[in-house]
């Protein structure tokens, strides 16, 4: 794949800090629309999470809208990025941060419509104006679920499935990234989720589809909800909700979104193809996908 801008012409001032995890660190080149992921080596995990995302993105290409596009990685003799992998920077960063800022939207509702209705969406400039525009927001749901059952059709599980794994586009539509440590075919993964987005049943050695739609179901509920699940309980307390299976009450999310929450929540064997149906979006990627892609 050719880059969209020359490896070797670039310099330590064009490179910017975007992101430090636990076994890597992100950079946003200068001009480029480009975020560059270096291995962070870890005691654990060591430099191989880097290697299974490259074979995700060798597996998934770049074929669906809401998957984060990679752009190969950079030459191994560029002196600054040394086979660094490459990846589409997008501007609002991760949708966890803009549901953060959830509370901050209704002081702003007011002259947020009104500029909407005046001006258009070209001036839409935050985090917070692209959560309360109904329209934009409203479509999140169904990106998240096409882009799990797209990875779930070519038997990846992404293992840490989030909203801190959900970057927001400029035009405010979202991407699932970081496969670093996702289940290829089956294998071990080197992550997991977070403690609102866990399985109770979630085994390092064997993680599988069931564990990603489980994550599924509270992402969808913070994205319709605006707001985290169980906030201000602690991890032991949400950990035994869930494994009595005490969930929280749906009357107030969207229809159909609830009912895909809970059978995410409560029905074995349900999958992200279904989930995708029950929305109402499996023939919109028909024409895009072909239709043994979602089984």
């Given amino acids: 794949m050719t880059l969209p801008f020359d490896p070797w012409a670039i310099t330590k001032s064009d490179l ?29 995990f060591g ?9 995700v993105y060798e597996r998934l290409g770049n074929g669906h809208p809401n ?17 660094e992998l490459l990846f589409e ?42 959560i309360f525009v109904p329209s934009l927001r409203e479509q999140w749901p169904f990106q998240a679920v096409s882009a799990v059952a797209y990875i779930h059709s070519h038997d990846i599980v992404h293992a ?6 959900f970057l927001l586009g400029r035009d405010g539509s979202i991407v699932l990234c970081d496969f670093a440590g996702s289940s290829i075919d089956g294998c071990n993964s080197q992550v997991a989720p977070g403690i609102r987005y866990a399985n109770p049943l979630f085994t390092w050695s064997y993680p599988n589809k069931m564990d990603d739609i489980f994550s599924l179901e509270t992402a969808l509920y913070e994205l319709d909800r605006g707001e985290r699940l169980y906030p201000g309980l602690s991890d032991e307390e949400i950990v035994r909700r869930f494994k009595e299976k005490r969930f929280p009450d749906l009357d107030d999310v969207s229809i159909p979104v609830s009912g895909v929450i809970e059978r995410c929540w409560t029905q074995d064997g349900y999958t992200a193809s279904e989930a995708l149906r029950a929305l109402g979006l ?7 996908f072909n239709r043994s892609d979602f089984r």
């Fill in 89 to 130: 920077y997008h501007t609002r960063g991760m949708l966890a941060a803009c549901l953060d800022q959830w509370k901050d939207v209704h002081a702003r509702v007011r002259s947020v419509v009104f500029t909407v209705l005046t001006q258009g969406m070209p001036f839409l400039s935050s985090c917070n104006e692209l």
């Fill in 282 to 288: 499996l023939h919109l990627y028909n024409g895009m």
């Fill in 160 to 165: 840490d499935l989030g909203l801190h794994n």
């Fill in 16 to 44: 910017y800090g975007a992101g430090v995890g636990v076994t890597s660190q992100t950079f946003r080149i200068q001009h480029t629309g480009v975020l560059a992921k270096a291995p962070a080596p870890s005691p654990i």
């Fill in 67 to 83: 998957i984060l596009k990679c752009l190969g990685h950079s030459p191994p003799d560029c002196r600054l990025l040394q086979k």
């Fill in 47 to 55: 430099t191989d999470v880097h290697a299974i995302e490259k074979k």
